[in-house]
């Protein structure tokens, strides 16, 4: 799998406010792991156990408590050639610092050392990021943009969105059923078939209301 080729275009939003993870470790969630069969996680830091995050099932869909980064994903959801993945997504406690959670595509490799993915990643603040992850390394696509598409967090920390990205001859991405990012896949990624799934920053609590990939 091609790596990103860097340039894409970002839309000139306001500048966000980055703000320090710094005395911000990954919490240690009680009774954790992945808990949905089939279903199956890796961690951002190699060093970081599953047994401090849980992924579960919760009515018509699922609940991340995090603990540690990680992506998760279902062998039973691989997707190639034209596609969308879409998640309905609730953020229910406010963060100490933005934090990101959203959707990823074109996994390859997931439990190796080439692990390699594209996700799009939404925060209570409004705003979103596409990047590319490569083995270790990430490389932005989009770097952190507001979007009046997104409904940002209220005073309990809560907001839901939906993300949605698009696989055909371009790669579109929308926030709430709103185009935000359209580029031809060939200048996004060399291809974008195989693993679909989540994505959780760390130290955050987010309920997956519906997550989906369909052909189109």
Do not use: C
């Amino acid at each position: 799998m091609k790596r990103v080729i860097h340039g894409a275009i970002a839309l000139a939003f306001a500048t966000p406010i980055v703000l320090s993870a710094q005395n911000d470790p990954d919490k240690k969630v009680m009774d954790g792991g992945v808990k949905v069969a089939g279903w199956e996680a890796r961690l951002d830091k190699a060093d970081a156990k599953v047994e401090d995050l849980k992924f579960a099932s919760m009515g018509a869909g699922f609940h991340v408590t995090s603990g540690p980064a990680a992506i998760y994903w279902n062998p039973a959801n691989a997707a190639k050639g034209n596609y969308t993945v879409k998640a309905s997504l609730t953020q229910t406690k406010a963060p100490t610092h933005r934090e990101a959670y959203g959707v990823f595509i074109g996994g390859d490799d997931l439990k190796g050392d080439k692990q390699s993915y594209l996700y799009v990643v939404i925060a209570g603040t409004g705003e979103y990021t596409i990047k590319h992850r490569a083995g270790s390394q990430t490389h932005t696509v989009v770097d952190w943009t507001a979007s009046p598409a997104l409904k940002k967090a209220d005073e309990a920390g809560k907001a839901t969105n939906e993300v949605a990205v698009e696989v055909g001859n371009d790669v579109r991405v929308l926030l709430n059923g709103t185009e935000v990012f359209k580029e031809p896949k060939s200048k996004v990624m060399g291809s974008l078939d195989g693993m679909v799934g989540l994505r959780v920053n760390h130290n955050l609590d987010v309920h997956v209301g519906s997550f989906s990939v369909t052909k189109m």
